[in-house]
């Protein structure tokens, strides 16, 4: 079946290394902030900190870094390094280094991380197309938020 346009579109911009950063809605963070009380955002840029107690940016390397007695929230790059976040974020908590990792990523269920880590978190999905900062037009895809919690005594 010869591909459309509108469907060539949408695959070379959702998996594009192009552009891979979506940075966070203020509006979502502060929200999730407000219930949360995060400590830390390991995956930002020098110029977009949320206003976390303490964050890392690309150059610092936060996937290196211990996520000990922090509360996170991880928004990373969706490029094909995301994987690495949820299972960093999973196993910090998971070992007890890390109190609480708030996920913003691409809802991509068919995916093996998907199956494998998110799902042993909570999940909500979000409705409709997030808006992210500096974006004119909202994301080409779906958005879901991943919950670990030390207290949820993951598997």
């Known amino acids: 079946m010869k591909e459309t346009i509108i ?12 552009d891979l950063g979506w940075n966070t809605p203020k509006q979502l963070y502060d929200e999730l902030n407000k219930e949360y009380f995060f400590t830390l955002d390991p995956c930002t840029t020098k110029d977009n ?16 870094k211990s996520w000990a007695k922090y509360r996170a929230f991880v928004n990373p790059e969706y490029g094909r390094e ?13 070992n007890n280094n890390c109190e609480l990792a708030i996920l913003l990523i691409p809802a991509r269920t ?29 994301a080409p895809f779906p958005s879901m938020i991943v919950k670990y919690e030390w207290s949820d005594n993951l598997s």
């Open 49 to 64: 900190p949320l206003g976390t107690i303490k964050f890392y940016t690309k150059e610092d390397d936060g996937l290196k």
């Open 7 to 18: 469907g060539r579109f949408n695959r070379d911009v959702m998996f594009s290394s192009k």
């Open 82 to 94: 995301y994987p690495k976040w949820v299972k960093k974020a999973y196993h910090e908590v998971k």
């Open 110 to 138: 068919d995916t093996r991380i998907f199956h494998e880590y998110c799902t042993k978190g909570e999940i909500w999905f979000l409705k409709g197309r997030l808006h992210f900062s500096g974006h004119k037009n909202p």
